[in-house]
């Protein structure tokens, strides 16, 4: 029997509004705001504006963390929730972001990562 560590869920989002997800005070209002809707605890936010476009960011959590990475050019956001259980509905918060960044096509995966026996050896 394997047990998962964590569970990962990726979300890209397309044809975004350019000016939103290229704003670093957008960025960190939108996950933050998103964090709460799904009851995740914010331990540290830092997000990194490029020049001459594009935002990086991570949000640390207790449960683990959210990562974005933009892409205005091509009005393209790729996002990340890394969390240590299955039990954090992240469905309100990802319709939350989608309707913010006014995305109109999303594409979801969610995976577990960090399997390790159950079985302890003797």
Same mark, same amino acid.
């Given at each position: 029997?394997?047990?998962?560590? $964590?569970? #990962? ?7 975004? =509004?350019?000016?939103? !997800?290229?704003? %670093?005070? /957008?960025?960190? =209002? ?5 964090? =709460?809707?799904? #009851?995740?605890?914010? %331990?540290?936010?830092? !997000? ?5 476009? $594009?935002?990086?960011? %991570?949000?640390? @959590?207790?449960? /683990?963390?959210?990562? @974005? ?21 992240? *469905? *309100? ?6 309707? #913010?960044?006014?995305?109109?096509? @999303?594409?979801? =995966? /969610? ?7 159950? @079985?302890? #050896?003797?």
């Amino acid at each position: 029997m394997k047990k998962s560590l $964590g569970y #990962q869920t990726t979300i890209d989002f397309y044809d975004c =509004n350019a000016t939103v !997800i290229n704003s %670093v005070h /957008s960025i960190k =209002n939108i996950l933050e705001k998103a964090a =709460n809707i799904m #009851q995740l605890s914010i %331990v540290n936010t830092t !997000i990194h504006e490029f020049s001459p476009i $594009g935002i990086s960011g %991570v949000i640390v @959590i207790k449960e /683990s963390h959210i990562a @974005i990475h933009t892409w205005p050019e091509h009005n393209y956001v790729a996002l990340d929730f890394f969390t240590c259980n299955k039990s954090f509905d992240l *469905e *309100e918060g990802i319709s939350w972001i989608q309707a #913010q960044f006014k995305s109109k096509r @999303i594409e979801k =995966n /969610s995976s577990q990562r960090g399997f390790l026996d159950t @079985i302890e #050896q003797k």
